[in-house]
């Protein structure tokens, strides 16, 4: 076997060495990239007949890396006889493991969250869609996390099925990796299980679970600090994210409308491509402002809404007043209202309603974050803090509700 080492450089390829070794690292790495119907004996029998113009010989598209630990100074002049240890760590075994200090921390507090996608699943599901289903499932965790100020650092995912179709599992997985990767945290383990007689077949069902830090005396909310006049800051949502889909599935049904039709808000893709438009990410816009202090709480608006979720970053005596007239209703929240019959206050307790997350600054920060937030999305001032009184005892006021739709 005549191996060749390159290195692209600015002036073209350069060879670096070249020789005849299986066990050079190159090789190893190589070799797994021949077709799965190309035979490796059959290719070393012709190369001693002299017939290898006879053997058809095929590999696989994509890549191929290997990682080599070596002394310093390789290849040139380097050190010989050196010691290399890799077992810093213990082997994983049954269980992934995650090196805090590495990741820089001094004084950290792990969080930790657990999320499904709920019933948006029986529409990927309906409609053979599988590829963004799992990052609706990390974005539901990391989003968690990142409201309590954590930088999310590792992803473990449990895949349930009555049988297990190899072609939905390596989609729904890939989805799981695209959302570790937008949100800069490590996918270091998972489980997939076979319960025949649980699941019907054709079905599956997805829980995730994260873990981030926060350096002690970060953490959010800063409920203490929250005060009278501070600014409520809403960033877009995606659409409907993963939340209120058994309502969702409910209007379509008695609409009597396949998921393979034109969506009526989107003509340019079928309703069931609309539905599955994947949960927002947040954790790349965010961790730069809530590294800065400038944030003193924030709440993922997921089921619930704002009604439900915002309480739960508030003092007991303050409450917020929140202007739905300030940012645009995405129309599958106009749809919805008007065609599954659908109470302006209901739609406001259940879905997004087109704002994936909320902060409370104060009115000195509010420029610099809307500043730095602008950057990556749609961003907009949304309301403002006031006394649970002027609430009339109620801490969410949506204001001026009445002909948005």
């Not at 645009?328 to 929240?333: H, K, S, T």
């Amino acid at each position: 076997m005549l191996f060749t080492g390159l290195m692209i450089t600015n002036s073209g390829p350069m060879v670096l060495e070249y020789n005849v070794r299986f066990g050079d690292p190159e090789a190893e790495v190589t070799l797994p990239l021949l077709s799965d119907d190309t035979d490796l004996a059959e290719i070393m029998l012709a190369c001693v007949d002299r017939r290898l113009d006879s053997v058809q010989i095929k590999t696989k598209p994509g890549y191929a890396a290997v990682v080599v630990i070596a002394s310093d100074g390789y290849p040139r002049s380097y050190l010989k006889g050196k010691e290399i240890s890799i077992a810093a760590v213990p082997s994983g075994g049954f269980g992934g493991l995650f090196d805090l200090k590495e990741a820089g921390f001094e004084d950290p507090i792990l969080i930790s969250t657990t999320d499904g996608v709920g019933t948006k699943l029986k529409i990927a599901q309906a409609v053979n869609i599988h590829d963004t289903i799992g990052v609706d499932l990390v974005a539901m965790n990391v989003n968690d996390l990142v409201v309590q100020g954590a930088e999310p650092l590792f992803f473990l995912d449990y895949y349930a099925c009555g049988k297990l179709n190899v072609d939905v599992a390596i989609k729904v997985v890939e989805g799981i990796a695209n959302g570790c990767i937008e949100s800069n945290c490590g996918l270091i383990g998972g489980e997939t299980s076979e319960m025949p007689g649980v699941y019907s077949e054709g079905e599956y069902d997805l829980a995730g679970f994260a873990v981030g830090a926060v350096e002690r005396g970060k953490v959010l909310p800063r409920i203490s600090d929250i005060n009278v006049g501070d600014v409520l800051i809403g960033i877009a949502s995606s659409g409907l994210h993963s939340n209120g889909f058994s309502l969702v599935r409910k209007v379509i049904a008695k609409l009597s409308i396949g998921y393979e039709s034109l969506c009526p808000w989107n003509s340019n893709i079928t309703l069931g491509e609309s539905l599955l438009t994947p949960t927002k990410i947040y954790v790349k816009q965010l961790m730069p402002v809530v590294k800065k202090g400038l944030i003193k709480a924030m709440a993922h608006i997921t089921g619930g809404g704002f009604v439900d979720n915002m309480p739960r970053v508030l003092p007991e005596h303050l409450g917020v007043i929140i202007d739905p007239k300030l940012w645009e209703m995405p129309q599958v929240f106009k749809w919805l209202a008007e065609n599954g019959n659908i109470p302006l206050e209901e739609l406001f307790r259940t879905f997004n309603c087109g704002i994936g997350m909320v902060l409370i600054v104060s009115l000195e920060n509010e420029n610099n974050v809307m500043n730095l937030l602008r950057k990556y999305d749609d961003v907009y001032k949304i309301g403002r803090v006031v006394t649970k009184e002027s609430n009339n005892g109620s801490q969410v006021i949506i204001d001026g509700i009445t002909g948005i739709c």
